[in-house]
């Protein structure tokens, strides 16, 4: 073990609360990976709590690895040193199952390297039966695992606590991999990439999918019915996470609101509310570590108890963002004494937002802001993205106006802005819709920030155009996109002009109109909402 990689995690688990130790003899012993720096990783509610739910159970050790940061990069390839859980040190070789949690398509490359780097064979078929079954968990395994599906043995589709247990009772049960592979297809939820053949048409769309063993053809995607009774909770804090010291605590699972442009909202149905008094007594168990809870949901303004929880006395709580409505001006009463606070209009005129299905109005977003901003709390952020379908100048002009009736309003405090660029997400009603050309996604940043150069108190950031391509690149993939997440993984950036190369081709996947009548890569997953009925909310967003 090279000395400064161990002192490095030692000093990880040093700050550490929580940490789960366990004699790896005789269970089964897994390697959950997030494909993300420690800082990272150990934010996200989901990682932490499969490695709760997993440790949980006797008969199994559930150890945790990450991408090195830079510095500790260096010294891995330096020396040659595998990537190594952080628990026992042992190289993600040894365990006989690893398991990524995959939250975010940028991270693909990092899935990878990772495995190469554990002297494991990133491509499925060129992995032996001596080597761990390498699964893909996360939400990126709900909506399109293809780009991903030579790389896996077996995808979790879906809320994957509905699926461990049953997943794990086969493993028990196998006498080798394939007998497990075979099994394990016929868990549903589970799907097993090698067990499907793509063909193509001359033109490079999919044209069947073929089932091999058995394997189903659809894939129904499975969904926890009760975040009460099964509830997801953090179990390690510690100030080198994003989150410093906090405990991360779910208050609600999916969005009321189903905007057009968002996968969360589409995916995560039926929308689940955590029951009061569950949420109180997590609150009150996590109390005893950290006073610094982080409440997850999409929008805590639609929880229905949020105020009686924010009242809890003795508590610091950080909340993910507010909706613009006049229940978010009484709950940022009850959050004084915090440095900031999001609410995301995401356009910035009313014809693009009832297009998206935001369904807040200006007079929504001037009044939370106002109250926002009165009330003591030192920055607000604001979120838009650039790049919605039917977006026109006179729409980025909006975002400007708006930003500006904001700031007249009240000169107290600061205001952020976050500018991302719009990628379309499967599942969604703009699943078929393209990406914005270059060229003018750099002309509305332009023009956004010279009309905002003179406004006092205020910041604009966005994302980098080029990391929003890839974004969609994966998110709109096939298994032909393996290629290009390889050629990531080794260091060499995505070719943006890089026309007609199978698995290359930005022009086909991500800046091509698309219809209805396509089978698209994630069609065999049935997330309770038909293609049909999306179609028809497409077409009357944007008169396709």
């Not at 780097?117 to 939400?139: D, I, K, L, Q, Y």
């Not at 955590?274 to 949420?279: A, E, F, N």
């Not at 802001?369 to 006179?394: A, C, D, N, Q, V």
Request: aromatic share 10%.
């Amino acid at each position: 073990m090279n000395k400064k990689l161990l002192e490095k995690t030692e000093y990880l688990l040093s700050k550490e609360k929580g940490t789960v130790f366990k004699d790896p003899g005789g269970r089964i012993n897994i390697a959950l990976v997030y494909p993300n720096t420690y800082a990272v990783g150990m934010s996200n509610l989901g990682f932490q709590g499969i490695y709760g739910l997993l440790n949980d159970m006797n008969d199994v050790v559930c150890e945790r690895a990450f991408l090195p940061g830079p510095h500790e990069m260096s010294e891995h390839l330096r020396t040659g040193t595998e990537i190594f859980t952080l628990e026992s040190k042992r190289s993600l070789s040894k365990f006989d199952i690893i398991a990524f949690s995959a939250s975010f398509e940028n991270d693909y490359p990092n899935i990878v390297k990772i495995l190469e780097m554990a002297n494991v064979p990133p491509r499925r078929g060129e992995r032996s039966a001596r080597h761990p079954v390498v699964a893909m968990g996360g939400v990126c395994a709900f909506y399109n695992p293809e780009p991903l599906a030579d790389f896996f043995d077996i995808c979790f589709t879906g809320e994957a606590e509905e699926m461990l247990p049953e997943f794990l009772s086969v493993f028990r049960a196998s006498l080798s991999k394939d007998d497990l592979f075979e099994k394990a297809a016929k868990v549903e939820g589970i799907y097993m990439p090698g067990f499907y053949e793509v063909e193509y048409t001359s033109d490079g769309r999919i044209l069947r999918r073929a089932t091999l063993s058995g394997a189903p053809a659809i894939i129904r995607k499975r969904t926890v019915s009760d975040i009460s009774r099964r509830p997801l909770k953090a179990v390690i804090t510690t100030p080198e996470a994003e989150f410093s010291n906090m405990f991360l605590i779910e208050a609600m699972r999916g969005c009321v609101w189903s905007c057009r442009f968002c996968v969360a909202g589409h995916i995560y149905k039926p929308v689940r509310k955590k029951d009061l008094d569950v949420l109180e007594q997590e609150i009150k168990v996590a109390s005893d570590r950290t006073s610094k809870i982080g409440l997850i949901g999409p929008s805590l303004s639609d929880y229905p108890h949020a105020e009686k929880v924010l009242a809890i006395e003795g508590v610091d709580f950080s909340i993910t963002s507010l909706r613009a409505s006049p229940r978010s001006g009484r709950i940022v009463s009850l959050m004084k004494g915090h440095k900031s606070v999001s609410i995301a209009p995401e356009a910035g005129t009313q014809r693009l937002r009832d297009v998206i299905n935001k369904r807040i109005r200006d007079d929504d977003i001037l009044e939370t802001t106002k109250i926002i901003l009165g009330s003591g709390i030192e920055t607000l952020r604001l979120y838009f993205m650039i790049g919605l379908p039917t977006e026109t100048i006179e729409d980025i002009e909006g975002i400007i106006t708006l930003v500006k009736r904001i700031r007249q309003d009240t000169t107290r405090g600061y205001i952020t802005l976050s500018v991302s660029t719009f990628v379309p997400k499967p599942f969604t009603p703009f699943q078929w819709h393209p990406m914005t050309p270059l060229k003018d996604v750099k002309a509305r940043l332009k023009q956004l920030k010279k009309g905002l150069a003179t406004v006092k108190g205020l910041k604009v950031f966005h994302d980098v155009p080029k990391y929003a391509y890839m974004q969609g690149f994966f998110s709109l993939g096939d298994r032909r996109v393996s290629r290009a997440v390889e050629y990531i993984a080794s260091g060499k950036e995505l070719p943006l002009a890089n026309r007609g190369d199978s698995g290359f081709d930005l022009d086909f996947y991500i800046f091509r109109q698309k219809y209805g009548d396509e089978l698209l890569p994630w069609d065999f997953i049935d997330t309770g909402v038909p293609n049909e009925r999306l179609w028809m909310e497409y077409k009357e967003a944007v008169g396709v």
